[in-house]
């Protein structure tokens, strides 16, 4: 399937009789990086640096004991 680009590059949304020019299963997973894997790493990163303020407040300067 060959891609029909614009005068700037990039493909358009729909073909000329109306069908998707990118099938969706291809859309999300495209790319350098796809971006549920982006989403995932970022989400385990935040949950880590919480878990490490967390920790840091019941050990530590900051605790009451």
């Excluded at 399937?1 to 495209?30: C, F, H, N, Y």
């Amino acid at each position: 399937m060959s891609k029909l680009k614009g005068p700037d590059g990039r493909v358009g949304d729909r073909l000329p009789d109306g069908r998707p020019a990118i099938s969706w299963q291809r859309r999300w997973t495209e790319g350098a990086l796809p971006l549920w894997l982006v989403a995932t790493a970022g989400g385990t990163a935040v949950i880590f640096v919480l878990g490490i303020f967390f920790y840091g407040s019941y050990t530590g300067i900051g605790n009451a004991g």
